[in-house]
């Protein structure tokens, strides 16, 4: 679904029931998946049917435009355009105890961002993760930046990445990545943007997306990435307006 719903004004259900029965979807799943949106507040829905449209209202809005976050960082990195200032970011979970599932919460969104947790209720990022957290997380949070970070005996930023981030079960998430460029393209193309974003998705959910500095030389995870712009590029300039996803790698 949200392939299709572009971030300002309104998108036909039609096209999103085609290409979703092009991947061996039934309009029912889409059917479920559009309620589900709409009970969440993601989007709203006029007309039923595949003459229907929809609609992000801002909280859905909101929640794609920290989703972008991730693949901007991404892109902005593999361009050589975002080097690290050797700047760590910590951050302190401070909730009182009979809050309980609000500490809970916030160190898996933590975790989720990106962040490494050095110790109890203490994380670390080389990012400001402040912008992929809700105004709620962060009154509960005590945040702090140093030049020098020492984690169990170990000061070396790439070994101290290493540690807190191990490199090789991020090279490895890349892996369904590297399989769909390595496979034909789908005869249609829209179905084949649906295959890459997907790939890139699944890849990315668990990179905390490091600055190179921090990782070894040559990085696969970013050859890949750049792999993945030219043939989404490529799909793109073809499908003009009709291309999925209009604008989310737009800076």
């Known amino acids: ?26 309009d029912q799943p889409v059917r479920l998946t ?13 007309g039923r049917g595949r003459a229907g449209t929809l609609r992000l209202t801002p909280t859905g809005r909101a929640r794609i435009e920290r ?10 990195q593999d361009a ?4 690290w200032d050797g700047t760590w970011h910590l951050l302190a979970v401070s909730v009182e105890e009979s809050a309980r599932a609000v500490r809970d919460a ?15 209720g203490l994380y670390v990022s080389p990012h400001d993760l402040s912008a992929m957290l809700g105004a709620t997380d962060r009154r509960h949070l005590v945040l702090a ?11 070396d930023p790439l070994a101290l990445a290493e540690q807190l981030w ?14 769909v460029l390595a496979r034909p393209p789908a005869p249609d193309p829209l179905v084949q943007q649906l295959r890459l974003a997907d790939a890139l998705e699944r890849s990315l959910r668990d990179d905390p997306l490091l600055p190179h500095e921090l990782r070894p030389r040559p990085w ?3 050859h890949l990435r750049r792999r993945w712009y030219a043939a989404w590029t490529s799909l793109a300039e073809r499908l003009g307006d009709g291309a999925l996803y209009r604008g989310w790698l737009d800076a």
């Open 166 to 179: 191990p490199a090789a079960p991020v090279d490895q998430a890349y892996d369904a990545l590297a399989a």
């Open 220 to 222: 696969r995870p970013a």
């Open 34 to 46: 559009i309620r589900r949106l709409v009970a969440a507040g993601d989007v709203e829905q006029h």
């Open 106 to 120: 916030l160190r898996r969104d933590l975790t989720a961002a990106g962040a490494a947790a050095v110790s109890t």
């Open 1 to 26: 679904m949200e392939a299709f719903l572009p971030l300002r004004g309104d998108v036909v259900l039609a096209p999103v029931y085609d290409t979703a029965n092009a991947v061996g979807l039934g």
């Open 80 to 83: 050589g355009l975002a080097p």
């Open 145 to 155: 930046t140093a030049d020098h970070l020492q984690v169990r005996g170990t000061g």
């Open 67 to 76: 989703d972008r976050l991730a693949l901007r960082l991404a892109q902005a």
